[in-house]
């Protein structure tokens, strides 16, 4: 019933979907109790063209500018039951690639883009600071400029890729006087000197996502790893915002539809007073209710990438599809994993982590009530 995708779509979603079942589902519950997911699966997935789909041919890339084959990426990784391990290549793909497509001079463009469709340099993105999470504008990472060099000074949290990463977008304070003109993008590289990986951050879901503390001591970047122009990062990462809520709202709609597909099966073969628990009616109204929320959320989702596509979407739009689908992902995994019983407490089903997974959906990408103070001044309120 969905009008969005067609036979290309499809066609990619085939061999996306058969690269996780053999790829990713076999070794994904070692890297979820390693706490992080190996290098290897982003050559693979460069391999086989699943990163930068955006990305020119020339570099590597599969040149193609439609987010439907990553809306289809994400959806596949929420309906196998793939949470840490895919949103680093979520990330990749949808957050941190449009910076280098948008901003890069044709200098960096040659240098980053063919190992990050590759999957040889892995990207982050580095915003949130210890004291500072949806304030962008009150960063104390400071850039004092040196000649040819940048030298940066200060410390970032909560960084998906972190330890992982080769690329990290830093956003600085290159003039700490001005809240929202002040700040500027560096590009930090694996192995600079006074730059430096924390801890692998041990969550409560998304085990095998690495999400760390970075530092950095008088770290000389080079100019020449400047994206945009001096003080343009709110203006850019502001600009890049909605698509990064947009995918956040793909994988909560997909994350929510999988608990549904997998409470289904269940429900249909559990026993309980002598048949299945499918049959009552209580059974019965909390899966009707869950289809319909996801349809409903999904048709308003889809409708949300072509606009995105069309260069329409509203950051109120994407605002909305943020809450309100990380929301439902939540309910959806905790209604659903009522019905498995002390089974559904259980990491081997599959539900117990779609349920640990959803509960900081409405927390990253700004969370739900700074969505909710975007779509009211939308309002003029």
Not at 3 to 13: E, K, N, Q, V
Not at 253 to 279: C, D, H, K, M
Not at 333 to 343: S, V
Request: a negative charge; glycine letters at 10%; proline letters at 3%.
């Amino acid at each position: 019933m969905r009008a969005l995708f067609d036979d290309t779509h499809d066609a990619f979603r085939d061999s996306f979907s058969s690269w996780v079942a053999k790829e990713i589902a076999p070794q994904y519950m070692d890297w979820e109790r390693a706490g992080i997911a190996p290098r290897e699966i982003y050559t693979s997935a460069g391999a086989n063209g699943f990163l930068g789909m955006q990305i020119p041919e020339e570099f590597g890339g599969g040149g193609v500018d439609d987010f439907r084959f990553n809306q289809v990426i994400a959806e596949e990784f929420a309906y196998a039951g793939i949470g840490g391990a895919g949103l680093g290549i979520t990330l990749h793909n949808d957050i941190t690639i449009p910076y280098y497509l948008e901003l890069c001079t044709d200098e960096q463009r040659q240098r980053w883009l063919p190992g990050i469709a590759s999957g040889e340099l892995i990207t982050a993105i580095a915003m949130t600071e210890p004291a500072t999470g949806s304030d962008l504008a009150s960063i104390g990472t400071t850039a004092v400029r040196d000649g040819d060099m940048y030298v940066v000074n200060g410390s970032k949290t909560f960084i998906t890729n972190g330890i992982n990463s080769d690329l990290v977008i830093v956003a600085a304070k290159t003039d700490p006087s001005a809240r929202h003109t002040g700040m500027t993008l560096l590009v930090a590289e694996r192995g600079m000197e006074g730059f430096e990986r924390g801890r692998n951050l041990e969550k409560i879901g998304n085990h095998s996502q690495d999400t760390a503390e970075l530092f950095f001591d008088d770290v000389r970047i080079p100019v020449a790893n400047r994206m945009g122009d001096e003080g343009g990062a709110f203006r850019y990462l502001s600009s890049n915002l909605a698509q990064e809520r947009l995918s956040i709202a793909i994988t909560g709609v997909a994350s929510a539809q999988a608990a549904l597909n997998w409470t289904v099966e269940y429900v249909r073969e559990r026993q309980a007073f002598g048949r299945p628990i499918g049959e009552f009616q209580n059974t019965k109204f909390v899966l009707a209710e869950v289809k319909t929320a996801v349809d409903v959320a999904q048709a308003y989702v889809d409708q949300c990438v072509m606009k995105l596509i069309a260069g329409t979407l509203t950051a109120a739009e994407a605002a909305q599809a943020k809450y309100w689908c990380t929301d439902l992902q939540k309910e959806a995994a905790d209604r659903c994993l009522q019905l498995f019983g002390g089974y559904g407490y259980t990491v081997e089903y599959p539900i117990a982590r779609n349920y640990a997974d959803s509960r900081v959906t409405s927390i990253y990408g700004g969370t739900n009530e700074i969505m909710k103070t975007i779509i009211s001044k939308s309002l003029g309120l």
